[in-house]
């Protein structure tokens, strides 16, 4: 197996992190959370570029199933966490 480095550079740059950002808020557009990420979005950038990462804390929802009816307890990652994620995986999912 071929080792690849350099990953750390490509995840954090900055047009990668820019790119997770809006890949982040593609589907939520109506929220009121993606609505100030949007507004803001250079905001969000400088954080995640600037700050050492320090994972967030969950934040508990409730989610019913509509096709069984069971209602399940989720856990959902912080705005940051979801960022920091898509900028991993844009990269890490284009290695061969």
């Known amino acids: 197996m071929k080792r690849i480095g350099n990953l750390y550079e490509r995840v954090f740059d900055r ?20 609505r100030r990420v949007l507004a803001n979005a250079e905001w969000y950038v400088d954080e995640v570029l600037q700050h050492p990462y320090i994972r967030g804390d969950y934040r508990t929802g409730i989610a019913a199933d509509s096709a069984s009816g069971k209602v399940r307890n989720i856990l959902k990652p912080s705005i940051h966490d979801q960022i920091i994620h898509h900028a991993v995986i844009q990269i890490t999912g284009e290695i061969p």
Do not use: R
């Not at 790119?19 to 993606?34: F, R, S």
């Open 15 to 34: 047009a990668n992190v820019v790119q997770a950002v809006y890949a982040v808020c593609e589907k939520k557009k109506k929220t009121p959370l993606i």
